[in-house]
Antibody, heavy 116, light 108 residues
Framework: EVQLVESGGGLVQPGGSLRLSCAAS????????MSWVRQAPGKGLEWVAN????????YYVDSVKGRFTISRDNAKKSLYLQMNSLRAEDTAVYYC?????????WGQGTLVTVSS | EIVMTQSPATLSVSPGERATLSCRAS??????LAWYQQKPGQAPRLLIY???TRATGIPARFSGSGSGTEFTLTISSLQSEDFAVYYC??????????FGGGTKVEIK
């Protein structure tokens, strides 16, 4: 059974940093593109970033370019999202997803709140 | 960036009735379109990909159609568990992958 379990969310002040993690199991992690998708409270879904199987390609939505970094450790079957210079508008539930294009598997999400 | 527009924002339907949800792309996405269902407090669930292919385990009452810029998700006979928010998503031209704003299907 495919499982994606996020961790690392919490309350952070504007301008602060946070690192999200996603532990994957039930599939060959190193064979799949992975993504982060977020959802602000009461709002719709927004794709944030994705990363190729070997980490050689990474793509980001414009609003996080230069502030967020997606990475992965295939040996640990883990996906990460380093978030710097956080803003109030980054407040959202962040989902880890197994996806290059459409998203067949989602984690349960971790809440990031940016507030003073 | 391809903008996805869903209509209506809210759809009020009685159990057992048919629901028709629309999704429009700002430019052609071919058949590279997916539909998701999301219930409160849960992650989204993939319903349809490639515009009309049901994902594993999705009941036959869910069907997708369309290509290019106009797409439709039809729920043939609404069950109580189908009341939720539905999102479309294009994956033809990325980055970025883009989602529609969602349609909430509520009980009439």
């Amino acid at each position: 059974e495919v499982q994606l379990v996020e961790s690392g969310g919490g309350l952070v002040q504007p301008g602060g940093s946070l690192r999200l993690s996603c532990a994957a199991s039930g599939f060959t992690f190193s064979s799949f593109w992975m993504s982060w998708v977020r959802q602000a409270p009461g709002k719709g879904l927004e794709w944030v970033a994705n990363i190729k199987q070997d980490g050689s390609e990474k793509y980001y939505v414009d609003s996080v370019k230069g502030r967020f970094t997606i990475s992965r450790d295939n040996a640990k079957k883990s996906l990460y999202l380093q978030m710097n210079s956080l803003r109030a508008e980054d407040t959202a539930v962040y989902y880890c997803a197994r996806a290059l294009d459409y998203i067949g598997y989602w984690g349960q999400g971790t809440l990031v709140t940016v507030s003073s | 960036e391809i903008v996805m527009t869903q209509s209506p924002a809210t759809l009020s339907v009685s159990p057992g009735e048919r629901a028709t949800l629309s999704c429009r792309a700002s430019q052609s996405v071919s058949s590279n379109l997916a539909w998701y269902q999301q219930k409160p407090g849960q992650a989204p669930r993939l319903l349809i990909y490639a515009a009309s292919t049901r994902a594993t385990g999705i009941p036959a009452r869910f069907s997708g159609s369309g290509s290019g810029t106009e797409f439709t998700l039809t729920i043939s006979s609404l069950q109580s568990e189908d009341f939720a928010v539905y999102y479309c998503q294009q994956y033809n031209n990325w980055p970025p992958l883009t989602f529609g704003g969602g349609t909430k299907v509520e009980i009439k």
